[in-house]
């Protein structure tokens, strides 16, 4: 399977979200019936990664995605050289909710892509809207090994998660 050049805002009547599979459960269940609703809901956007041929059904599997939505954290978490640059009430960030490669692809270089692809996307929100870091809240230790490889340092722990961010800042430098 080979995917297309440019993620597209999932689409239910375009993308084959049942055949998705990463390996994580709970990922493989955000986007067969939950991450579409939420994009009805206006409380997150997902963004896929589409093969580049349909399936017979004429729907094009999905070769990994991401989900964005606005978020907020307490400055206290934050390491205090930071803290004290920031005012009391809460700090807005973007929440990179999730991101998963099919398992066809593990170790190809496609989360990579798909991170890096996340980041432009929130570094042009960015422009509009002012963010101070992405956070992503790591459902195993695999994943914080993943951020962690990309400059993502940890928070605090979350309902039983590790809390991950990397600075707006560090993220402009990636596209400026
Ligand atoms: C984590 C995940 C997105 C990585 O995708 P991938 O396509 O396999 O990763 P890549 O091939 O792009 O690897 C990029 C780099 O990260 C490293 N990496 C990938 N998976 C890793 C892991 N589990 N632990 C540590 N490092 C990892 C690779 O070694 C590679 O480094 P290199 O360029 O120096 O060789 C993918 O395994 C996945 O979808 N897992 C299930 C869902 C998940 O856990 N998502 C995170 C949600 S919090």
Not at 105 to 114: A, C, I, Q
Not at 132 to 137: E, R
Not at 156 to 175: A, D, H, S, W, Y
Request: some cysteine.
């Amino acid at each position: 399977m080979k995917y297309s050049k440019t993620f597209k805002e999932l689409d239910k009547s375009q993308h084959d979200r049942g055949s998705f599979d990463c390996g994580e459960k709970e990922l493989n269940e955000f986007i067969q019936t939950q991450a579409a609703k939420h994009m009805q809901a206006g409380i997150s956007r997902t963004m896929v990664l589409p093969a580049l041929l349909p399936l017979p059904t004429q729907k094009y599997p999905i070769c990994s995605f991401y989900s964005i939505a606005p978020g907020s954290i307490c400055r206290d978490t934050l390491p205090e050289w930071m803290a004290k640059k920031l005012p009391r009430y809460p700090i807005p960030v973007f929440l990179l909710a999730q991101l998963a490669v099919h398992k066809g692809f593990h170790g190809s270089g496609l989360g990579k892509v798909t991170l890096i692809k996340a980041l432009e996307y929130l570094w042009e929100i960015n422009a509009h809207m002012r963010a101070y870091a992405v956070v992503v809240d790591c459902l195993t230790t695999q994943a914080q090994s993943f951020y962690t490889k990309y400059g993502f340092d940890v928070l605090c722990e979350i309902n039983g998660r590790v809390r991950m961010f990397i600075p707006m800042k560090t993220v402009g430098q990636l596209f400026i």
